[in-house]
């Protein structure tokens, strides 16, 4: 087993996992500190260390709100502790790996957590690697800057960096990646066989690597719950922001913290900048994001991806079927076309026409799968094959969650184990079904193939304009077929115009 490794900075010592078949090396430094004068800057190069650094702990997790203090689902689901280690000194990564011998080749996955850009960390227990990592996956998570740490804009720090003024979470990221292309070898990794995944904001992050200035780190991409698209309505934090816009917030929230220059503001304590941060956030709804820069980002994603430029890679992409609904609030049937007709314009008669639009719930009209839709229009313009999936399993607990948005990391990470609901046989089964197409999809680049059985899984058959495919992941097992109806191919075009006018 790979138990020690020479990194580029240093050797590492990893200890073996549950699965002692599995080498895990937690907080290996992939970046220098962002602290001091480095805070708001892009990542700089890690320093080399003496001896053997024992990588048994992840390192702390993002400046960020204290995790586990309130009683909403995801507390419930896995940010329990209160207690974490939180540090700006955060740029640390984690490897599992399966490799005896460090000329293995094995294919990589690189994790990216979500949560809004604000919140999130490696160490959830759900990001457990093992059971990817035994599948003859290496796999990786990275750990990146969120809020006003990863996603300032300022006058002074385009004045100051104009090559990255702004954007340092996703530059993190991209840190991470390139640490892995030098150093993953060592580890029984193949660094020219590297798919990138994450999950709500971790998957905006990936689809931001695919049209931004990651393009030629990786060959395949995996995004969960990360191509959102809105019929009704433009903001969502997932969607970067207008660059000019963020700077002026970002003005206000260094005034905010009393003081009147970058240099002044990365003197203070970095738990008094949370904290601000926070309630800056709070008061004035803004959330510190990613946002058009010019530089790593040169435009909306959707755009880029429409018009061809993106990384030309293999997909694999889809959502829960209850999260983030779109729908139209309206007072009654003749508010709702006075809105339908000014969102839509000359195509509000076609939006109209479908019975679907008139499906109301109080004061709720036009129920649409704004992910869904927007997966499938952006993989209609991808030359390589796309995988799209829809997760629709029934969810147990006294709360009755339905397939809320992030439940599925449970299964795509096989992890059910360490969750507290009351999962049983069906459940694990499709959870092991759900980590063998994924990283089926990892290796290859295709996620069919046999289960642990040895007998073969339903086919998986690419997402295209001719083929409208998919993998429906049910109570009962994966269920392939396409489900797009009229209205969701209007939708789905409606979203693509947007997007192109963005």
């Known amino acids: 087993m790979l138990r020690k490794v020479m990194t580029e900075n ?32 892009a990542p700089q190069p890690a320093k080399n260390w ?69 919140w999130g960390y490696p160490p959830e227990m759900e990001f457990n690697g093992e059971n990817i990592a035994k599948r003859g ?18 006058e002074e720090l385009s004045k100051e960096s104009p090559e990255a003024p702004t954007n340092f979470g996703l530059l993190d990221q991209q840190a991470g990646i390139k640490w892995v292309k030098r150093n993953i070898a060592a580890f029984g990794g193949d660094p020219d066989n590297i798919t990138i995944m994450g999950q709500s904001a971790g998957g905006g992050s990936v ?36 660059f000019e816009a963020v700077q002026k917030k970002g003005d206000e929230f260094i005034k905010s913290l009393g003081v009147n220059t970058i240099e002044e503001a990365r003197k203070l304590d970095a738990s008094f900048v949370r904290d601000k941060a926070s309630e800056f956030r709070n008061k004035n709804n803004f959330f510190f994001c990613p946002s058009i820069d010019g530089c790593f980002l ?34 009654n049937d003749e508010d709702f076309e006075k809105k339908a007709r ?10 109209l026409s479908f019975k679907e639009a008139h499906v109301k719930n109080g004061n709720q009209y036009a129920f649409a799968n704004g992910i869904e839709c927007a997966v499938k229009g952006v993989f209609e313009h991808n030359d390589k094959d796309c995988y799209y999936y829809l997760f629709n399993p029934d969810i147990p607990g006294w709360d009755n969650p339905g397939t809320f948005h992030s439940v599925d990391l449970w299964f795509f990470f096989e992890t059910l184990g360490l969750c507290w609901r009351p999962f049983v046989g069906r459940h694990f089964d499709l959870a092991r079904q759900i ?6 999809f990892v290796k290859t ?19 295209t304009a001719e083929n409208k495919a998919g993998m429906e992941f049910t109570s009962n097992g994966p269920v392939p077929g396409a489900r797009d109806s009229e209205f969701d191919e209007f939708i789905k075009e409606w979203l693509n115009k947007k997007g192109l006018e963005m």
Not at 14 to 25: D, E, K, Q, S, Y
Request: glycine share 10%.
């Open 10 to 41: 240093g050797e590492v010592r990893g200890l073996a996992g549950n699965n002692t078949r599995i080498t895990v090396f937690k907080g290996i430094p992939f970046a220098a500190p962002p602290v001091g004068e480095l805070r708001w800057k």
């Open 50 to 118: 003496e001896g053997v650094l024992d990588a048994y702990k992840f390192g702390p997790i993002s400046m960020q709100d204290v995790p586990g203090l309130s009683d909403d689902i995801y507390v419930r689901d896995w940010h329990v502790d209160p207690e974490i280690d939180m540090d700006e000194d955060c740029l640390y990564l984690n490897v599992w790996t399966n490799a005896k011998s460090a000329d293995e080749k094995l294919p990589v996955l690189i994790w990216f957590f979500g949560g809004g850009f604000q």
């Open 137 to 154: 996956v290496v796999f990786v998570s990275v750990n990146y800057r969120l809020g006003a740490f990863g996603f300032l804009a300022h």
């Open 207 to 242: 689809f931001s690597h695919l049209t931004g200035s990651s393009q030629g780190l990786f060959q395949k991409a995996v995004i969960m719950s990360g191509i959102i698209g809105f019929p009704y309505f433009n903001d969502f934090i997932i969607v970067p922001r207008d």
């Open 298 to 331: 040169k435009e909306n994603q959707t755009k880029a991806f429409l018009e061809g430029r993106h990384a030309h890679v293999p997909m694999m992409s889809g959502n829960t079927s209850d999260e983030f609904k779109s729908f139209i609030v309206a007072e």
């Open 342 to 351: 000014e969102i839509f314009g000359d195509k509000a008669d076609e939006f």
């Open 435 to 440: 980590c063998n197409y994924l990283t089926n």
């Open 445 to 463: 680049g295709d996620p069919n193939g046999n289960d642990a059985d040895g007998t073969p899984m339903p086919t998986w058959a690419p997402y």
